[in-house]
């Protein structure tokens, strides 16, 4: 397994392909390889060398320690691009991972020549607030929901009502959670919970002079595409796309779309 040193922190990571790099920063408590199985393909075809990362918190990149940032995930983050690209590069992130490059933009915008923000906002509402604290009470509670329910749950939230009327898609979506429930007992991972965009963020973004596209996906519940739209209207000069029958997963329910608005992206 390749590994980096970034301050402190070891970071798992792996890359395919050659060219221009792409580094893509995953969600919470996601790993990595949720790109592997369609962005990077795309990528590497395109021509691209395409960098995944275990997000601090998320094994076998170092635990998370109580207290984490939103400003340590970004430092963990330009620290892996100077480290393996050793200079500009185009950013991808999903969900936190979005969170992450958006406030690198600010922050280091010398590192990134272009960045695509997937299922992202740049303020909260009530329903976010809620999903996210509900996530925290499972785990400092140390709630085991019983697998099935957890699974449902999980594509009800996740999905597109779109895929929902797809018997097998459905199946196979309840299998793969089912497989793999949250671990509410590993506090390596919990503090990436309290990693959230908890403040209007949207004034501060208008800084943001990185070229940029905001990905949202139509029927998210997660992160709405109003606010998507939001952020892209904050950015200037930010483009913006959403991609139909698709929820807060949608570059994996729908990737031939992601990856053409992604690549489409990349070519201007």
């Known amino acids: 397994m390749p590994f980096v040193n970034v301050g402190a922190v070891t970071l798992h990571y792996e890359e395919s392909g050659s060219g221009d790099a792409v580094v893509l920063v995953a969600g919470t408590a996601a790993r990595g390889r949720t790109w592997r199985m369609y962005q990077v393909p795309a990528l590497v075809a395109a021509g691209y060398r395409a960098i995944t990362v275990d997000n601090r918190g998320v094994s076998p990149s170092d635990p998370a320690k109580t207290g984490l940032t939103i400003d340590d995930l970004v430092a963990d983050t330009a620290g892996l691009v100077e480290r393996l690209v050793g200079g500009p590069c185009r950013l991808v992130g999903s969900s936190m991972g979005s969170y992450i490059v958006q406030e690198l933009l600010l922050s280091r915008p010398d590192l990134a020549t272009q960045a695509v923000l997937m299922a992202s906002r740049g303020r909260p509402d009530a329903m976010s607030r809620a999903f996210a604290a509900?996530?925290?009470?499972?785990?400092?509670?140390?709630?085991?929901?019983?697998?099935?329910?957890?699974?449902?749950?999980?594509?009800?939230?996740?999905?597109?009502?779109?895929?929902?009327?797809?018997?097998?898609?459905?199946?196979?979506?309840?299998?793969?959670?089912?497989?793999?429930?949250?671990?509410?007992?590993d506090a390596g991972l919990r503090p990436q919970l309290d990693v959230d965009v908890d403040t209007d963020r949207l004034g501060v973004y208008r800084r943001i002079c990185t070229p940029t596209l905001v990905l949202s996906f139509a029927d998210d519940v997660v992160a709405p595409a109003v606010r998507g739209r939001e952020l892209a209207e904050a950015i200037p000069g930010a483009r913006y796309a959403e991609i139909p029958a698709a929820g807060h997963y949608g570059y994996l329910e729908q990737p031939d779309a992601v990856n053409d608005a992604m690549l489409t992206f990349f070519k201007d």
């Open 134 to 185: 509900a996530e925290r009470a499972l785990y400092d509670e140390r709630v085991r929901l019983p697998a099935g329910y957890d699974a449902a749950m999980r594509v009800v939230q996740n999905l597109s009502p779109r895929t929902l009327l797809d018997e097998q898609a459905v199946q196979d979506w309840l299998d793969l959670f089912e497989m793999s429930p949250p671990d509410v007992t």
